[in-house]
């Protein structure tokens, strides 16, 4: 079991620009969250799929977007990027059947907007 | 709004000693709590869950502590090794249908191990 994938690990991009980040979950998982990780902070909700639908969301700005396929891989598309959106981008996979308890989480992609 | 968040920063601990890692917490309602351990350049790591409905839970050389009472969340490990050293995060599953999965994190203690 490969667990959760993420990639790319590294990204640099240009400001005003728009990224796409890719995330495979977990075999048997169903449920895909996507959090935004700054340096020196803990992880921030962006938003959650499940059935190929926006299940909830956090506070964060309509240029996130993302998409969850019929095989439970997931996307998140960032437009208009700005400085700030650098940051560790982290995809968590779960099972809906299980409440969403234990979280596995992929190693992450780095954002970096210049 | 309602938050969890760490009392330390920073926790320096000696190779072979016990850490305590704690957690506060103020949504009352939180139905599930999680550790997980990050290690530089990497994802979280999970540890160890308890649930609302239980005081103590053990696992291989770490033991989750909750106090509903006072909202506080604690990580114990054990004979700390040099491999222990990284960032703790507790984490909060909101109990509410429509919010599970929701994962709240408190800021995060960072564990040095010396030896």
């Known amino acids: 079991d490969a667990g959760v994938t993420q990639s790319p690990t590294h990204l640099i991009k240009t400001r005003g620009q728009q990224v796409t980040l890719r995330c495979s979950p977990k075999s048997g998982h169903d449920t895909v969250s996507w959090y935004q990780q700054a340096l020196g902070q803990g992880p921030q909700f962006i938003f959650q799929?499940?059935?190929?639908?926006?299940?909830q969301r956090g506070n964060f700005p309509d240029r996130f977007s993302g998409h969850q396929f019929p095989n439970y891989s997931s996307e998140l598309n960032v437009n208009a990027l700005l400085l700030g959106d650098s940051a560790l981008y982290l995809c968590?996979?779960?099972?809906?059947?299980?409440?969403?308890?234990?979280?596995?989480f992929g190693q992450g992609t780095r954002l970096t907007v210049v | 709004g309602e938050s969890v968040g760490l009392h330390l920063p920073t926790l320096s601990v000696q190779e072979g000693d016990n850490s305590i890692i704690n957690c506060a917490y103020s949504?009352?309602?939180?139905?599930?709590f999680i550790w997980y351990k990050q290690e530089s350049g990497k994802g979280p790591q999970f540890i160890i869950d308890?649930?609302?409905?239980?005081d103590k839970r053990q696992g291989q050389r770490v033991t989750v502590l909750l106090n509903k009472t006072v909202k506080h969340l604690s990580l114990q490990i054990a004979a700390t090794q040099p491999g222990d050293s990284a960032v703790y995060f507790c984490?909060?599953?909101?109990?509410?249908?429509?919010?599970?999965?929701?994962?709240?994190f408190g800021a995060g203690t960072q564990v040095v191990v010396t030896p």
């Open positions: 799929y499940y059935e190929e639908e926006e299940r």
């Open positions: 984490a909060e599953n909101p109990k509410r249908a429509d919010s599970w999965g929701k994962l709240q």
């Open positions: 949504n009352s309602a939180s139905d599930y």
């Open positions: 968590a996979s779960s099972f809906l059947g299980t409440g969403g308890t234990e979280a596995f």
């Open positions: 308890i649930r609302s409905n239980m």
